[in-house]
């Protein structure tokens, strides 16, 4: 699985990215996990509103900081669905 956090480095996206690890640590989920820093790359990949979360290249958050609990849900589910 690749995770990809978008944004260009604010407390936001700092935010959003430590509990992407956080909860991939929860889930023992292996997953591959990037920071999308430039905004022309993002872009190219969907995201409108930083921060944002991609899974496998599929924006699935945008625009806000997501909990823990709310990202190991999400990837509970894309995992069973791999």
Known sequence: MKIQV???GCARCQATERNVIQACAELNLAA???HVYDPRDYAAL???LTPAVLVDG???ISGRVPTVEELKVLLSGAQQGS
């Open 32 to 34: 591959e996990i990037t």
């Open 6 to 8: 978008a944004g260009p």
């Open 58 to 60: 599929k924006v699935v």
């Open 46 to 48: 969907g995201v409108r």
